[in-house]
């Protein structure tokens, strides 16, 4: 059973560039989350795909996309970078309502905005 | 509005010295609170989930119990290799709130 997969595992870009995330969930699950954790911060919640569909978003601004991809992997896209963008991505699978609903997380992608 | 926090921020314990690590929540709709373990540079690795009010779970040192209002980590004779940040989480709906975590230091 592989585990939850991000990339690039770090990378540093400049105000106002785009950036794209990656991750792969874990086998089995068809629920991908992804999570600001500022440091010192705990994670705050972005937005859920569920069936390709956004199931939920945090308080993000439209700047913040995302897409989910048949096989159940994930984007997450950032658009106009600003300094405080500067942060751990997480991304988190688990399966949909009625299971028993705890996140497995990967090992993040660090993000600098210089 | 929807709120977790987590109490202390820091803690430093001798290798054996118990103590327990909380986490408080309000939150309308309650569907699990959860903990999890974080290693610094890493993602949060899942350990408890509890649902109703009374409910306990075990894992080695580890004991998580949870009230109306509350929910605890109990540490039971920790070891270094316990030393993280011990991170709770609610969750509503398709959401999940995080506490800042307490970060726990084992000093052998």
């Known amino acids: 059973e592989t585990g939850v997969t991000q990339s690039p595992t770090h990378l540093i870009k400049t105000r106002g560039q785009q950036v794209t995330l990656r991750c792969s969930s874990q086998s089995g699950h068809n629920t991908v989350s992804w999570y600001q954790q500022a440091l010192g911060q705990g994670p705050q919640f972005i937005f859920q795909?569920?069936?390709?569909?956004?199931?939920g978003r945090g308080n993000f601004p439209p700047r913040f996309s995302g897409l989910q991809f048949p096989n159940y992997s994930s984007e997450l896209n950032v658009n106009a970078l600003e300094l405080d963008d500067s942060a751990l991505y997480l991304c988190a699978s688990s399966f949909p309502v009625g299971g028993t609903g705890e996140l497995f997380f990967g090992e993040g992608s660090r993000l600098t905005v210089l | 509005e929807d709120q977790v926090t987590q109490s202390p921020e820091a803690l430093r314990l001798q290798e054996g010295e118990s103590s327990s690590l909380n986490c408080s929540y309000t939150v309308s709709g309650l569907r699990g609170l959860f903990w999890y373990r974080q290693d610094p540079g890493k993602g949060p690795e899942f350990l408890f989930t509890l649902y109703s009010a009374g409910e306990e779970k075990e894992k080695e040192r580890l004991k998580a119990t949870l009230t109306k209002k509350e929910s605890f980590l109990h540490i039971t004779a920790p070891k270094p290799e316990d030393s993280a940040t011990y991170l709770c989480a609610v969750r509503t709906g398709n959401q999940f709130y995080f506490g800042t975590g307490t970060s726990l230091t084992v000093i052998p």
């Open positions: 795909y569920y069936r390709e569909e956004e199931n």
